[in-house]
């Protein structure tokens, strides 16, 4: 008989301490703002966006511009999607990296960057489209590559 009581007690801590991580986690994710939470950055011809665990990021939301004068971008393509949400539709996990080329880009140059959030789970909840802007040193981006005439 004591070692029912023993377990039930057991069984009862884990439980309780579960729910205290399942707690948190759903806190955590109520209180995620894609603005804040949603990391931005330039490294290597790439612009880096990521997303904390939890969170995933829509792929056809994704998007990049020129905010700033003189000069021109080019967006590369987007990596596959790392899976598809309960729509079918393909998100990013974790790090998404987009590379980026430009020409007659001068000082620092501004992005845009642009992203669709959602969390995830049970009341999951998708944000409206958010931009975030990045400055990175003109020099850091790699020279787009001209075409070949045909």
């Not at 955590?28 to 990391?39: C, E, K, N, Q, T």
């Not at 990296?97 to 845009?112: H, M, Q, R, S, Y």
């Not at 909840?125 to 045909?150: D, G, R, Y």
């Amino acid at each position: 008989m004591p070692m029912r009581r023993l377990n039930f007690k057991v069984l009862r801590t884990g439980l309780l301490a579960l729910l205290g991580v399942a707690t948190a986690h759903a806190q955590a994710l109520r209180d995620f703002d894609p603005a804040r939470d949603i990391h931005i950055a330039f490294q290597q011809g790439q612009v880096l966006v990521t997303a904390p665990s939890g969170i995933h990021l829509k792929k056809g939301f994704m998007g990049i511009t020129l905010a700033s004068k003189p000069g021109t971008l080019k967006v590369g393509t987007l990596p596959p999607a790392s899976s598809q949400d309960e729509l079918g539709e393909d998100i990013y996990r974790g790090t998404v990296k987009i590379p980026v080329t430009g020409n007659g880009l001068k000082g620092e140059v501004k992005l845009a960057v642009e992203y669709q959030a959602c969390t995830e789970g049970e009341g999951s909840t998708c944000f409206p489209p958010t931009t975030q802007e990045l400055s990175v040193k003109a020099a850091e981006i790699p020279a787009t590559k001209a075409s070949k005439a045909k």
